[in-house]
């Protein structure tokens, strides 16, 4: 295997034939890495829920680079030319919506919200308008309706399978990528890493802000996502 890439939660592996080893490291990050440490079990975690996730999305009709989980760790994927771009979809108010606003958290918004940051570590993922992707060249016209109609989707897709098991999506991010047939389709992981995931009946959170906010143990919270979802 070939070393492509090494980010702060995933290690990427060319393994020919266009496809990639993903593997899912233990360290979690908070506030551009100011705040990290290493959460044993983190991994194996987000790669099942991913996994769950992104076979879900496949079977309502969404492409994604998923082929299929190989491990405890470790997901196999199509290899894709990812977009400079990070897409947050959001349901209800929280994180910086609510800094940036002056919302309070927990507010329902009055329909889905779809914000694009650029995928920038040294410019620390600035939000950005529609303008700003044209001009940087990371998507055109058409290339930008479909993320935003394929992230509406999705969040209904997730919206309604988290409400089924007990969990209210409040909002999440996604990632897209270029597969080698020229397709769009959504990459990365989908896990309490990168969804905000709060018990509908308690209003707990489950997600990675237990870690951000020292709210409870970041394990036992992903564990329980994991245990609801399989339900």
Known sequence: M????????KILYDVGDNKCLVYFKDTATAFDATKKAIVEGKGVLNNTISSILFKLLEEKGIKTHFIKRVSDRE??????KRLDLEVVVRNIAAGSLCKRLGLKEGEKLREPLVEFFYKKDELHDPLICQEHIFMLGIADKKTLSQIRKTAK???????NFFRAHCLLLVDFKLEF??????????VDEISPDTCRLWDIKTGEKLDKDRF?????DLIEGYKRVLEKIQS
């Open 177 to 186: 990528g270029i597969l080698p047939d020229g397709s769009l389709a959504v």
């Open 2 to 9: 070939r070393l492509l890439y090494e980010g702060k939660a």
């Open 212 to 216: 951000r906010f020292d709210l409870g």
């Open 153 to 159: 989707k999705v969040n209904h897709i997730l919206k």
């Open 75 to 80: 997901m196999l994927v199509w290899k894709a």
